[in-house]
């Protein structure tokens, strides 16, 4: 196939379309089969440090369309984006809509896709946590259900997509887009400024990320957490960079921490150098489960759940759960350097994109 769609909506988008349309770039370099793309950017992060930040630092070229959706309710955002996509769709009907992960662009489009008669590659296919409670849970599913090929990032989802009836034909075990981008980027790091400021020296200090509305969304437990991890993380400081979701709840707390170096958003590049150099990281994203893992950086994941098992059987990733008490024997073994060994699942090498586009041209 040759005319496509690659669409991209939020922060964690961005790191998995980037090697994408790098590799579309070098192959045309060297085919005389052209890919055309269009990058469409549905708006649904819009903050310059959510979206226009990771554009820059990644090379990712200018979207050719941004349906500029904005906030707005689970349904809201959805209808919004499904009705500016499904205009844009018809302008230029491409062969094949590549959409990855598991955001609410991500279903949103494959949707107007699939409705227009347009063929549906998904990009991270294929993973499932089990919790419906999630709305990311409900997007895998959605979308899986009518995806025409599937680009997979582990062999537990593969065997999922089997279970499911899926045939094999239409499973492609290629890797990990996101670790291409971290592989890319190792050597481009840039130092925050706040690692002066606050005299930061590796492996003496935490990094935390919370934006789930399981952990952020009600205040009284957003703030037993935040206590808790603030009385019991010893001598290390715990950086926080904070999503505008929790910022919201967060300001509502009035309440000053110690030992928490609280900040907004970070680029990507501060932010890997920030996780790079840690003792350890507090999370309850997935995408960090699995940069940690191939950084060989202990993880502690704050939630119930993982769609991504082998950040845990085989990386330096352990599910904490959402119950704040939970944490401290945890903190303990990180704190006294007892934390596991991990190794990097397969196929994660760097060239998950560079197969990705191979397969396309295939298709
Ligand atoms: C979305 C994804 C989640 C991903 C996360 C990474 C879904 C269902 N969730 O969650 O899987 O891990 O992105 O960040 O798609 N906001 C801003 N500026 C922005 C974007 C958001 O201020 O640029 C605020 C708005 O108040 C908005 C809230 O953050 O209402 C939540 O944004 P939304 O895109 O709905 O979901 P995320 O929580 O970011």
């Not at 887009?177 to 890319?184: E, F, G, K, V």
């Not at 050597?187 to 492996?203: A, F």
């Not at 505008?244 to 030992?259: A, C, V």
């Amino acid at each position: 196939m040759n005319n496509i769609d690659i669409i991209a909506g939020a922060r964690p988008n961005f790191m998995k379309i980037g090697p994408i349309i790098h590799a579309i770039h070098a192959h045309n370099e060297n085919s005389k089969h052209k890919i055309k793309y269009r990058l469409i950017h549905t708006g649904q992060h819009y903050d310059k440090k959510m979206s226009e930040d990771f554009f820059d630092q990644l090379n990712i070229p200018k979207p050719h369309i941004n349906l500029g959706v904005g906030s707005g309710s689970q349904a809201t955002q959805t209808a919004n984006i499904m009705m500016r996509y499904e205009e844009a769709i018809q302008e230029w009907k491409p062969e094949l809509c590549v959409v990855v992960g598991d955001v609410t662009s991500t279903m949103a489009c494959a949707i107007v896709a699939k409705k227009e008669g347009v063929k549906v590659a998904h990009v991270e296919g294929g993973i499932r946590s089990g919790d419906e409670n999630m709305p990311e849970e409900i997007n895998r599913m959605v979308t899986d259900s009518i995806t025409d090929y599937f680009f997979t990032t582990s062999q537990v989802a593969n065997s999922n997509l089997q279970k499911l009836g899926h045939g094999v034909e239409k499973i492609f075990f290629v890797g990990n887009t996101m670790i291409d981008s971290l592989y890319a980027n190792l050597s481009r790091l840039i130092q925050p400024d706040l690692w002066d400021q606050y005299n930061l020296k590796p492996k003496e200090y935490i990094v935390m990320t919370l934006h789930r509305p399981s952990n952020v969304d009600a205040m009284e437990s957003l703030k037993k957490l935040l206590e808790i991890i603030n009385t019991n993380s010893g001598s290390k400081k715990i950086v926080f960079p904070m999503h505008p979701r929790t910022r919201k709840m967060y300001d509502q707390l009035e309440m000053h921490f110690d030992n928490l170096i609280i900040t907004g958003p970070m680029t990507y590049l501060e932010f890997i150098y920030l996780i790079k150099n840690a003792l350890g990281v507090i999370t309850d994203s997935g995408g960090i489960t699995e940069e940690t893992t191939v950084l060989k950086i202990p993880c502690l994941t704050l939630r119930n759940s993982t769609e991504r098992p082998e950040t845990i059987t085989l990386g330096t990733n352990e599910l904490v759960g959402t119950d704040a008490n939970n944490i401290l024997p945890y903190l303990e073994k990180l704190i006294k350097g007892k934390w596991k060994k991990g190794e990097i699942p397969e196929l994660w090498d760097g060239k998950t994109a560079e197969r990705i586009v191979n397969l396309i041209t295939k298709l």
